[in-house]
């Protein structure tokens, strides 16, 4: 079934005032168009998404780092395109934490050289009364600044349609949907538990997309055989949005001494969320499988597509959107280097591209999707370069193929140094 037309996508953008004046809503700016954004002759790195405009693509990803004002107004300080908040429902009183929450894999370069890191951690505990305060606090104090509410419910309409109309009176911009948490909670229908049920899915992004009045993202989770199922559900039933992907099912390791695994709750664990760098190749191939779906079957929608995995580097940030991402999120990188990542992120991000002469993020965006194909078409494509090259090998075939005019040219052609 085709979704009908939201009027959600139809928010005018914000446009960037390259005088140094920030944003033309006519309210004075806390932080003005980054100066790595509007230096002279350096690439702009400004991205408009969902009619949402941020002066860059690198957005806070929910979870810790968006988990109070305190934290997201320092993302907006720092200079973070935008922020998604850590997930929020109805009733925190039914989430529950626990400490240590977090495991990390490294590699064999020592003990700060972190590759994978695995969570156990739940959605927000804190009082959904607090924060919406709080979201309503920074969309006050940084009203040209993209804020995206994160929420998740259990399966339940009037649940859903409650926390939508409640996060939006905050001022929030857009919501993103936690289709994929794959831990907590699966017993209520949340998370993953709905993610994976391309019928659940639908039937509460119909709900959710009847009543929101801004852009939907939807979170994607990548513990299933085919993400562009669930995607298509969501598109089908009036997202905007997709973000991919959420963190892999994992468990960290086991102690060897105590035989016990990690992270470790007294004495005892439980399949957690993997991040970091080691899942950015599977990131990278989910969001190449999305991009090249929404290519192919709607091509005349505007469906952003927000990339998510190890993202530590500008460089990384470049092969999200090379795949097709619209933007870039961010959420273990700042819990191990810090908010401040996003400068160098930026610097990073703005060399590479110079180095192609790309002036904009749509000059490269998608790009690598034409490179991307199916293995029985690269024996094909070998095959027929083995028969070129044998076409046109160099040196003669016969000594009968010699020349008297061309004889020095004939022979430089054997040599092979």
Same mark, same amino acid.
């Given at each position: 079934?085709?979704?009908?037309?939201?009027?959600?996508?139809?928010?005018?953008?914000?446009?960037?005032?390259?005088?140094?004046?920030?944003?033309?809503?006519?309210?004075?700016?806390?932080?003005?168009?980054?100066?790595?954004?509007?230096?002279?002759?350096?690439?702009?790195?400004?991205?408009?998404?969902?009619?949402?405009?941020?002066?860059?693509?690198?957005?806070?990803?929910?979870?810790?780092?968006?988990?109070?004002?305190?934290?997201?107004?320092?993302?907006?300080?720092?200079?973070?395109?935008?922020?998604?908040?850590?997930?929020?429902?109805?009733?925190?009183?039914?989430?529950?934490?626990?400490? =240590?929450?977090?495991?990390?894999?490294? /590699?064999?370069?020592?003990?700060? %050289?972190?590759?994978? *890191? !695995?969570? $156990?951690?739940?959605?927000?505990?804190?009082?959904?009364?607090?924060?919406?305060?709080?979201?309503?606090?920074?969309?006050?104090?940084? =009203?040209?600044?993209?804020?995206?509410? /994160?929420?998740?419910?259990?399966? %339940?309409?009037?649940? *859903? !349609?409650? $926390?939508?109309?409640?996060?939006?009176?905050?001022?929030?911009?857009?919501?993103?949907?936690?289709?994929?948490?794959?831990?907590?909670? =699966?017993?209520?229908?949340?998370?993953?538990?709905?993610?994976?049920?391309? %019928?659940?899915?639908?039937?509460?992004?119909?709900?959710?997309?009847?009543?929101?009045?801004?852009?939907?993202?939807?979170?994607?989770?990548?513990?299933?055989?085919?993400?562009?199922?669930?995607?298509?559900?969501?598109?089908?039933?009036?997202?905007?949005?997709?973000?991919?992907?959420?963190?892999?099912?994992?468990?960290?390791?086991?102690?060897?001494?105590?035989?016990?695994?990690?992270?470790?709750?007294?004495?005892?664990?439980?399949?957690?969320?993997?991040?970091?760098?080691?899942?950015?190749?599977?990131?990278?191939?989910?969001?190449?499988?999305?991009?090249?779906?929404?290519?192919?079957?709607?091509?005349?929608?505007?469906?952003?597509?927000?990339?998510?995995?190890?993202?530590?580097?500008?460089?990384?940030?470049?092969?999200?959107?090379?795949?097709?991402?619209?933007?870039?999120?961010?959420?273990?990188?700042?819990?191990?280097?810090?908010?401040?990542?996003?400068?160098?992120?930026?610097?990073?991000?703005?060399?590479?591209?110079?180095?192609?002469?790309?002036?904009?993020?749509?000059?490269?965006?998608?790009?690598?999707?034409?490179?991307?194909?199916?293995?029985?078409?690269?024996?094909?494509?070998?095959?027929?370069?083995?028969?070129?090259?044998?076409?046109?090998?160099?040196?003669?075939?016969?000594?009968?193929?010699?020349?008297?005019?061309?004889?020095?040219?004939?022979?430089?052609?054997?040599?092979?140094?």
């Amino acid at each position: 079934m085709a979704a009908a037309v939201s009027m959600r996508g139809l928010v005018p953008a914000l446009a960037c005032d390259r005088r140094g004046g920030g944003f033309d809503r006519g309210i004075p700016t806390r932080i003005a168009c980054s100066s790595e954004n509007l230096a002279d002759g350096a690439p702009d790195l400004s991205v408009s998404v969902n009619g949402l405009r941020l002066p860059n693509p690198f957005v806070i990803g929910s979870g810790p780092p968006g988990t109070n004002y305190t934290v997201m107004k320092k993302a907006f300080d720092e200079g973070w395109g935008a922020v998604i908040s850590k997930t929020l429902s109805l009733d925190s009183t039914k989430v529950i934490n626990v400490t =240590p929450r977090y495991a990390r894999m490294r /590699s064999g370069n020592g003990p700060k %050289d972190v590759i994978g *890191w !695995e969570n $156990i951690e739940l959605i927000s505990d804190r009082p959904f009364e607090t924060m919406l305060a709080e979201l309503r606090r920074l969309k006050q104090e940084y =009203p040209d600044r993209i804020l995206i509410g /994160s929420i998740m419910e259990e399966y %339940d309409k009037d649940a *859903w !349609e409650e $926390i939508i109309e409640r996060v939006e009176a905050t001022g929030v911009d857009a919501l993103e949907i936690n289709f994929s948490c794959p831990h907590g909670m =699966p017993e209520r229908k949340m998370g993953a538990a709905v993610g994976k049920d391309c %019928d659940l899915l639908g039937e509460v992004c119909s709900w959710i997309n009847a009543k929101a009045t801004v852009p939907v993202w939807a979170k994607m989770t990548p513990n299933v055989t085919d993400i562009t199922q669930p995607a298509r559900t969501a598109i089908e039933a009036g997202c905007e949005g997709l973000s991919a992907i959420n963190t892999i099912t994992s468990i960290m390791g086991i102690n060897l001494d105590t035989l016990r695994p990690e992270p470790c709750v007294e004495g005892y664990s439980t399949p957690g969320g993997y991040s970091s760098r080691a899942v950015r190749p599977i990131a990278l191939a989910k969001v190449m499988a999305i991009a090249q779906m929404l290519k192919s079957e709607y091509p005349d929608r505007n469906i952003s597509l927000s990339g998510i995995g190890g993202v530590e580097s500008g460089d990384n940030a470049a092969e999200f959107i090379l795949l097709g991402a619209n933007t870039v999120q961010v959420c273990t990188g700042v819990m191990m280097y810090g908010y401040p990542l996003v400068k160098r992120l930026c610097k990073e991000l703005q060399a590479f591209m110079a180095k192609h002469n790309f002036t904009s993020l749509d000059d490269f965006r998608g790009t690598s999707l034409q490179y991307m194909t199916t293995h029985t078409d690269l024996v094909q494509r070998q095959q027929e370069a083995i028969r070129s090259r044998r076409a046109a090998r160099k040196g003669l075939a016969s000594d009968k193929d010699w020349t008297g005019d061309g004889f020095v040219k004939e022979t430089e052609l054997m040599v092979s140094n």
